[in-house]
């Protein structure tokens, strides 16, 4: 059974940091790739970062390029993103999820909230 289990969380102010990490199985398997999606309330749910398995590629939101990296360590399993530079407007669930590089994705985590305080 795949899972995802987010990690990371947290509350901190402007312009601090935070890892979040995803525990999976999926890392290995070069079809996939995997996401960090953001929901705020009220707000649709947005696609921040894409990780390629098969070629390592990533792509960013417009909102979080420059500030956000989406990494992988194979060897713990764990998928990662680092957020650097938080703005209050980052406040939200944020959720590892995974899919065929070229659909919906498939499998979603539970979440893991940030919270930015200006």
């Known amino acids: 059974q795949v899972q995802l289990v987010e990690s990371g969380g947290g509350s901190v102010q402007t312009g601090g940091s935070l890892t979040l990490s995803c525990a999976t199985s999926?890392?290995?398997?070069?079809?996939?790739?995997m996401h960090w999606f953001r929901q705020a309330p009220s707000m649709k749910r947005e696609k921040v970062a894409t990780l390629g398995m098969a070629d390592g590629s990533t792509s960013y939101a417009n909102s979080v390029k420059g500030r956000f990296a989406i990494s992988q360590d194979n060897a713990k399993n764990t998928l990662y993103l680092q957020m650097n530079s938080l703005k209050p407007e980052d406040t939200a669930m944020y959720f590892c999820?995974?899919?065929?590089?070229?659909?919906?994705?498939?499998?979603w985590g539970q979440g893991t909230q940030v919270t930015v305080s200006s």
């Open positions: 999926l890392l290995t398997h070069w079809r996939y790739c």
């Open positions: 999820a995974a899919s065929n590089c070229y659909s919906s994705p498939d499998y």
